[in-house]
């Protein structure tokens, strides 16, 4: 379980550039939304270890293990939940 499925998908940020404030703010936003770091760096064409020390920069809080368990399992029960 990566982004939201209601969420659109980002384009690809080119490597010759730094994103956008839109940008940035979106991969913010999408990111505190519960959007996995992995998922939103594969989604610009970037990686993890490209995306995770600017989010820090812009001031972003890094889930941690715990935080990240804790989200996957609320995804998961609310799913079952929504199931028929």
Do not use: F
Not at 21 to 36: D, F, H, S, V, W
Not at 38 to 63: C, F, K, N, T, Y
Not at 65 to 71: A, F, H, I, N, T
């Amino acid at each position: 379980m990566t982004a939201l499925p209601t969420e659109s998908r980002m384009k690809p940020i080119p490597r010759q550039r730094e994103p956008t404030r839109a940008e940035r703010e979106e991969l913010i936003r999408r990111y505190r939304e519960g959007a996995t770091m992995d998922a939103l760096a594969r989604e610009v064409g970037r990686s993890d270890d490209w995306l995770r020390p600017r989010m820090q920069l812009w001031g972003v809080h890094i889930r941690g293990r715990s935080e990240s368990q804790q989200l996957r399992w609320k995804r998961h029960n609310a799913a079952r939940r929504a199931a028929p």
